[in-house]
């Protein structure tokens, strides 16, 4: 079965480190990923969205790789603060279901 | 500005009774989205609108319904609550062209549901 999966144990980092999320799949052909944030009591919000054809994309602190042979992607934040302390949630879809499924999120924890 | 809002925030209602959550946002979005939220679950998608009087079943639509009668609201009914249905539903919706969520997606803030 498709299964998506995100490490579930918190992620814990100093302030300036660079935090490295990652997002696995199986049995499942993604046309893009999308990851998200999710602070405690809200919706999740948009961060990046990257397609199958593209290795990596960047904005401002974050990047995201996306490598179709590992099936995998990795969520970067450099010179973390401790304001990113949240939920990430990857997402995929692919262009056949036209639905997108999640991963069930890593909590990161940024120590000042 | 644009936004997305769901209503009721907080809901508590007893097994057997018939729920909506309502859903309703300003972008003018084609697509809308109903997902529960739940630990151990992560995101699972409900139901799901590509635009006015189409609506698909998501992977947990069993014991939920919607219908679509306008652009801007997407309610979700629960028939009849059951306590497996306590959860956190939250609403979204996307800018794509019909057919298809590629584009981001932008999210409620959620309803917390308690069925006794």
């Known amino acids: 079965s498709q299964k998506i999966e995100q490490n579930s144990e918190a992620l814990n980092i100093q302030e300036g480190k660079t935090a490295t999320l990652t997002c696995n799949y199986t049995?499942?052909?993604?046309?893009?990923l999308q990851w998200y944030r999710q602070d405690p009591g809200r919706g999740p919000v948009f961060l990046l969205l990257i397609r199958e054809n593209e290795k990596e994309k960047r904005k401002e602190r974050l990047k995201v790789t996306f490598d179709t042979t590992l099936k995998q992607s990795l969520f970067h934040i450099t010179a973390s603060q401790p304001a990113d302390s949240a939920t990430y949630l990857c997402?995929?879809?692919?262009?056949?279901?036209?639905?997108?499924?999640f991963g069930q999120g890593t909590t990161l924890q940024v120590k000042p | 500005d644009a936004e997305i809002t769901q209503s009721p925030r907080h809901k508590i209602t007893e097994t057997g009774r018939q729920v909506t959550l309502a859903c309703h946002q300003t972008w003018n979005h084609n697509n809308m989205f109903w997902y529960r939220q739940d630990l151990g679950h992560g995101l699972r998608l409900i139901h799901y609108?590509?635009?006015?009087?189409?609506?698909n079943k998501g992977e947990v639509s069993d014991g939920y319904s919607v219908s679509r009668s306008n652009t801007e609201d997407l309610p979700l009914t629960l028939e009849s609550a059951a306590s497996s249905q306590t959860s956190v539903y939250f609403c979204?919706?996307?800018?794509?062209?019909?057919?298809?969520?590629?584009?981001?997606?932008?999210f409620g803030p959620g309803t917390r549901l308690t069925v006794l």
């Open positions: 979204a919706s996307s800018g794509a062209e019909s057919g298809g969520p590629y584009n981001e997606q932008f």
């Open positions: 997402a995929l879809a692919s262009s056949n279901t036209g639905k997108l499924i």
């Open positions: 609108s590509y635009g006015v009087q189409d609506t």
């Open positions: 049995n499942y052909s993604p046309a893009y």
